[in-house]
Nanobody, 117 residues
Framework: QVQLVESGGGLVQPGGSLRLSCVAS????????MGWYRQAPGKQRELVAF???????NYADSVKGRFTISRDNAKNTVYLQMNSLKPEDTAVYYC???????????WGQGTQVTISS
């Protein structure tokens, strides 16, 4: 089973930027999709963005134009570049992978992102 390890979280002021990384324990070249989800205190986990093996991307409306998801198959890594961060982006961010559309997703342990002045 693929293992996912996230990094790059931290404390940033509003308007700042962060880049999250998710490193997989095996090749992501043929993995159907990899994505980022987030969960704020007291709220359900929600999709932030995902990218397919064909490099199609999808974003939550709340992050469109500010976040960019990308993948580097050679490094088995998926990135989430987050710009123009807002306090409402504060959450634990989780990496997710799915080997096929119907496969059970795998999750990383999460990385905390806090936006505060």
């Amino acid at each position: 089973q693929v293992q996912l390890v996230e990094s790059g979280g931290g404390l940033v002021q509003p308007g700042g930027s962060l880049r999250l990384s998710c490193v997989a324990s095996e090749s992501i070249f043929s993995i159907y999709s990899m994505g980022w989800y987030r969960q704020a205190p007291g709220k359900q986990r929600e999709l932030v963005a995902f990218i397919t093996s064909g490099d199609s991307t999808n974003y939550a409306d709340s992050v469109k134009g500010r976040f960019t998801i990308s993948r580097d198959n050679a490094k088995n890594t998926v990135y989430l570049q987050m710009n123009s961060l807002k306090p409402e982006d504060t959450a634990v961010y989780y990496c997710n992978s799915r080997k096929s559309p119907m496969a059970t997703p795998r999750w990383g342990q999460g990385t905390q992102v806090t936006i505060s002045s």
